[in-house]
T-cell receptor, first 116, second 109 residues
């Protein structure tokens, strides 16, 4: 299947700093990628839809100024958590859709963010 | 709420028993996927069932889909301790992938 690479897998940052997470589709072009957040013992919640060459679409309740998304190429989307606070500590996962015979979502390995 | 419902929320069984998890979704589907997640880890894709399919098998896994009821089930037969994980259904309906609430499965050795 298609491969989506997410980096870094773990990051610890100080409160008030910004953290950038990268999501790459390695063997296919993804005009659209998605970013999810998962708190402990909960499911994955869609945060935003990242569109190549245009602005991201955010889900209700997600602060767009807090979570900056850039999708500069067909294989790379980045999520920047700005002015991180401890409550932003979470597991962030990206996905990309491969639109072949069957539309299927492929997921990155996830990034564990800890804000101290 | 984004999520469909998944039941049970938690399931504890003995090794060798079968485990059944159910998922209901809210919107129309393109296909439905089931994922497994070990604690603190990424997602492992288990099986995809298309909207025009009713049942699919993969090894010890059996997935059914009832589009009239907007529901799906995942059956794991002859469970093993290593099957202990959280299981999520994900609805790729049209465009976005929306996850169910998940079932936490614990298989006792």
């Amino acid at each position: 299947g298609a491969v989506v690479s997410q980096h870094p897998s773990r990051v610890i940052c100080k409160s008030g700093t910004s953290v950038k997470i990268e999501c790459r589709s390695l063997d296919f072009q993804a005009t659209t990628m998605f970013w999810y957040r998962q708190f402990p013992k909960q499911s994955l919640m869609l945060m935003a839809t990242s569109n190549e060459g245009s602005k991201a679409t955010y889900e209700q309740g997600v602060e767009k100024d807090k979570f900056l998304i850039n999708h500069a190429s067909l294989t790379l989307s980045t999520l920047t958590v700005t002015s991180a606070h401890p409550e932003d500590s979470s597991f962030y996962i990206c996905s990309a859709i491969s639109s072949g015979v069957v539309t299927e979502a492929f997921f990155g390995q996830g990034t564990r963010l800890t804000v101290v | 709420s984004q999520q469909g419902e998944e039941d049970p929320q938690a399931l504890s069984i003995q090794e060798g028993e079968n485990a059944t998890m159910n998922c209901s979704y809210k919107t129309s589907i393109n296909n439905l996927q089931w994922y497994r997640q070990n604690s603190g880890r990424g997602l492992v894709h288990l099986i995809l069932i298309r909207s025009n399919e009713r049942e699919k098998h993969s090894g010890r896994l059996r997935v059914t889909l009832d589009t009239s009821k907007k529901s799906s089930s995942l059956l794991i037969t002859a469970s093993r301790a290593a099957d202990t994980a959280s299981y999520f259904c994900a609805n790729t309906g049209g465009f976005k992938t929306i996850f169910g609430a998940g079932t936490r499965l614990f298989v006792k050795a």
